[in-house]
C-alpha cells in the first residue's frame, strides 16, 4: 500500500515537471517567435531602404534632370529652382534676423570695406513659441518684430547709425519664397510642421515691414534671403571656392551659382557677373527612384504637408526619428517586441526626436546603457535586454543611413549640373560646399557616411577636388553681408 502511494506520488510530481516544462518551452517558442517576427520586420526595413550605389546614381541623374525642368519654366519640375536674385556679394551697417524652424535669431553686424567682413557682430537666439507656428501671420510677424525691438534695444554703441540713415535689415527666411527681387518675395507654402494658412501668397517682407511700424520700429528690409542661399553668400565671401551650400537640419535644401544664361525662365536683363544663385528648395524632390516604405507613405500621409517634401522627409533631423518610431511601433504591435502590452508612448508621433536617436546611435557602451536610458526617459520603456537595444541601434542606423546617402545623391547632382563632377585635363579646380545645420553638426554617424558615400559616387580623382565645409550660422552673417550690399545707401 505505501508502496503504491510512492509511486502515485512519483507519478504526480513528474506529471507536473513534464507540464511544467512543456510550458517554459511553449514561451520559448513564443518568445522565439515574436523575436523572429521582429527581425522579419527589421530585416525588410533594412532591405526597403537599401541604397546601392547604381541607385544613388540614378537618384542624381533624376535630380539633374529635375534641376533642368525646374530652371526652364517655373512649375516645370517639384524642384522650385527659385530664382534669389543675389547675382553679387557684399559691404554697410546692416541688421540680420532670421527665421528658422522653431528659432529666430538675431545678428548684427558692422561691415567694414569692400574687402573687410563683418567687424562686429552680436548674436542673440530665441525659440518661436510653438502655438505661433500654427497660427496667424499678424501673430507670428508681430513676434519677429517684438523680438527685433528687443534686441535693437540692448545693442551696443559700436552700432549706433550715423544721422539720417536708417536701420537695415537682412531676413533670413527658411521657407519656400518665390522672390520678385532681391527684397520682396511671397511664400509659396510651409514646410516642417509650420502652417499658418493666411500667410500663404503673401509677401513675408511686407508683412515683416508692418509688424515693425506696429512696434515702432524704423527699419527697411533690403534683402530677403532663403538660408540656404545667406550660407553660400556667406561661404563664398570668405572662401572664392563655394559652389553650393547645402543645410541639413530640421528641414533640408540646398542652393548653389548657376550660370544665368542656363535659367531660360529668367527673363529680365542678365545679370553682370553672369550668374544667379538658385534657391533649389531639394527638400521637395521627388523620383520613383527614392526608396519609399511603408513607413514614409503613413508618415507622409499624416502630414500637414501630404505629398510634398519628399526627399526632405526621407534625409533631415524633423522626420528621422519619427521614423524609427513608426518601425518600433510595429514591431511592438506586431511581433511583441516590447512585452505583451504596446508602451503608450510609443504610439506619440514625433516623441522620438532625431537627437534622441542620435544619441542612441553614438551609444559605445559595451551594455548600451545610453540606449537602455533614452527608451526609459523618451518612451518609457524598461527593462530591455541587450539584444533588443541592439537592435533599436540597428534601426537607427538603417534610417540614418539611407538618409545620409541620400543626400550625398543630392550633391552629386548639384555638382553634375554645374560640371564638378569630373576633372578636366590639367584642371584642378576645388569646389567647396558649405554645409551647415544641426543634423549635419551632431549627427556624425550621419556626417560620416554623407562624406564616405559622395567620395565613393565621385571617385578618388575627383573626390580630391571637392570639400564640405560646415559654414557655422553661414546663413545670419551670409544675409547680413547681402543686406549691406543692397544697402540704400551705397
Ligand atoms: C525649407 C527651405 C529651407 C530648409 C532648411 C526647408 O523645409 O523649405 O526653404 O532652406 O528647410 O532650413
Not at 92 to 104: A, H, P, R
Not at 452 to 477: F, P, Y
Request: proline share 3%.
Amino acid at each position: 500500500m505505501e508502496k503504491k502511494v510512492v509511486v502515485a506520488v512519483v507519478c504526480v510530481a513528474a506529471v507536473a515537471g513534464a507540464v511544467a516544462a512543456a510550458a517554459v518551452m511553449k514561451r520559448k517558442m513564443k518568445r522565439d517567435k515574436r523575436w523572429a517576427k521582429a527581425m522579419e520586420i527589421v530585416k525588410e526595413m533594412e532591405e526597403k531602404c537599401g541604397t546601392p550605389i547604381g541607385k544613388l546614381k540614378q537618384v542624381a541623374d533624376a535630380m539633374v534632370v529635375e534641376m533642368h525642368a525646374g530652371l526652364a519654366s517655373e512649375g516645370g519640375s517639384k524642384l522650385k529652382m527659385l530664382i534669389s536674385y543675389v547675382d553679387n556679394l557684399p559691404t554697410g551697417i546692416v541688421l540680420c534676423v532670421g527665421s528658422w524652424w522653431n528659432k529666430l535669431s538675431c545678428i548684427e553686424g558692422a561691415v567694414g570695406g569692400k574687402d573687410v567682413g563683418l567687424v562686429n557682430q552680436e548674436f542673440t537666439e530665441v525659440s518661436i513659441p510653438p502655438n505661433l507656428m500654427i497660427g496667424t501671420s499678424d501673430a507670428l510677424f508681430d513676434y519677429i518684430a517684438a523680438e527685433l525691438a528687443k534686441f535693437v534695444a540692448q545693442e551696443g554703441q559700436e552700432f549706433e547709425l550715423p544721422p539720417g540713415k536708417h536701420r537695415e535689415l537682412g531676413f533670413t527666411f527658411s521657407f519656400p519664397v518665390m522672390q520678385t527681387s532681391i527684397a520682396s518675395g511671397t511664400l509659396v507654402r510651409w514646410t516642417k510642421g509650420f502652417s499658418i494658412d493666411d500667410a500663404v501668397g503673401e509677401d513675408v517682407v511686407a508683412e515683416l515691414t508692418r509688424a515693425m511700424k506696429r512696434q515702432g520700429l524704423d527699419m527697411r528690409v533690403s534683402a530677403l534671403v532663403n538660408d540656404t542661399v545667406g550660407t553660400l553668400a556667406g561661404g563664398k565671401y570668405s572662401n572664392k571656392d563655394v559652389a553650393a551650400a547645402v543645410i541639413l537640419g530640421t528641414g533640408s535644401n540646398a542652393a548653389y551659382v548657376e550660370s544665368a544664361p542656363a535659367i531660360p525662365k529668367w527673363h529680365g536683363d542678365l545679370p553682370k557677373s553672369g550668374e544667379m544663385v538658385i534657391n533649389m528648395e531639394w527638400g521637395n524632390f521627388k523620383s520613383s527612384h527614392l526608396p519609399l516604405t511603408e513607413y514614409d507613405h503613413a508618415m507622409d500621409d499624416e502630414s500637414l504637408n501630404p505629398g510634398e517634401q519628399i526627399f526632405e522627409k526621407l534625409i533631415s533631423g524633423m522626420y528621422l526619428g519619427e521614423i524609427v518610431r513608426r518601425v518600433l511601433l510595429k514591431m511592438a504591435e506586431e511581433a511583441a517586441f516590447f512585452g505583451d502590452i504596446v508602451p503608450p508612448k510609443l504610439k506619440t508621433p514625433f516623441i522620438l526626436r532625431t537627437p534622441d536617436m542620435s544619441a542612441m546611435h553614438h551609444d559605445a557602451s559595451s551594455d548600451l546603457i545610453l540606449v537602455e536610458k533614452k527608451l526609459k526617459d523618451v518612451l518609457e520603456i524598461s527593462n530591455t535586454s541587450l539584444q533588443t537595444r541592439k537592435v533599436v541601434v540597428e534601426l537607427c542606423n538603417i534610417v540614418a543611413t539611407r538618409g545620409s546617402r541620400l543626400a550625398a545623391a543630392g550633391i552629386l547632382g548639384i555638382l553634375k549640373k554645374i560640371g564638378r563632377d569630373i576633372v578636366k585635363d590639367g584642371d584642378e579646380q576645388r569646389t567647396v560646399i558649405a554645409m551647415d545645420g544641426g543634423l549635419y553638426e551632431h549627427y556624425s554617424e550621419y556626417s560620416k557616411c554623407l562624406e564616405n558615400t559622395l567620395n565613393e559616387l565621385l571617385g578618388e580623382e575627383v573626390s580630391k577636388t571637392i570639400m564640405i565645409e560646415h559654414a557655422n550660422d553661414g546663413s545670419g552673417i551670409g544675409a547680413a553681408l547681402l543686406a549691406a550690399s543692397h544697402s540704400l545707401y551705397l
